[in-house]
């Protein structure tokens, strides 16, 4: 079946420091990949896509690269601020023929610290 | 414009009690998602609706769950009995897919908190 594969977390970082959450997946079909993130008390919000291969999502100065050759959409930031403090989901959705869902993975914990 | 709204946002039952979660999707949304977010078991599908009809509901954990969406705009999660072990966040998302693109954007509504002592 379908599943996506991500780093444990907690990750503590230092504001402005590198960012980078591993996510790799294994899909029966040719998915669309997404990473969610999941601020304090909220519910979970996209942060970007990407639909097909080399495909790079963006936002919020997050990238990530769909890669099909090492099923990979790790995610990517240069420089981190405190408020980037949230869990951070790597999802996939296939379609099914009648309708899509996301298989998500198990989240990671950015905790970004002054 | 309105989100996904759910209700209640907050739950505190005694074990052996019905318990009934509520979501209004977006308007013009057709598909609807119902999730759960432990700290065990991360976030898990329970069932999805495409235009009102339930089209995968093997992620509900057992008879005692039940999920219902009798119109466009409204959906229900039960739980009877509810137990302990079903203490957790409980989400739902809807979304407006594109036959066949699957790059539809799921919105999260803020959740409902259940907590069975």
């Known amino acids: 079946g379908d599943s996506v594969t991500q780093m444990e977390g907690p990750v503590t970082l230092s504001e402005e420091a590198f960012l980078t959450i591993n996510c790799t997946y294994t899909?029966?079909?040719?998915?669309?990949l997404f990473w969610y993130v999941q601020y304090p008390g909220e519910g979970l919000q996209l942060l970007l896509k990407?639909?097909?291969?080399?495909d790079k999502g963006s936002n919020k100065g997050f990238e990530a690269t769909y890669r099909k050759e090492t099923t990979s959409f790790h995610l990517e930031k240069g420089s981190v601020q405190v408020s980037d403090s949230a869990v951070y989901f790597c999802?996939?959705?296939?379609?099914?023929?009648?309708?899509?869902?996301?298989?998500f993975g198990t989240g990671t914990r950015l905790q970004v610290t002054l | 414009d309105a989100g996904v709204i759910q209700s209640p946002r907050h739950e505190v039952t005694e074990m052996g009690q019905e318990v009934t979660l509520r979501c209004k999707p977006i308007s013009g949304h057709n598909s609807l998602f119902w999730y759960r977010q432990t700290m065990m078991r991360g976030l898990e599908l329970l069932i999805y609706f495409n235009n009102n009809v339930p089209i995968d509901d093997s992620g509900m954990p057992e008879d005692r769950f039940s999920a219902k969406m009798p119109n466009a705009s409204f959906s229900t999660l039960k739980i009877q009995p509810s137990e302990p072990r079903d203490s957790a966040v409980y989400f739902c998302a809807s979304t407006r897919w594109l036959v066949p693109a699957n790059t539809g954007e799921l919105f999260f509504g803020e959740g409902s908190r259940l907590t069975v002592l």
């Open positions: 999802a996939l959705s296939v379609w099914a023929g009648t309708a899509s869902k996301l298989t």
């Open positions: 899909a029966t079909g040719y998915p669309s």
């Open positions: 990407a639909t097909k291969a080399d």
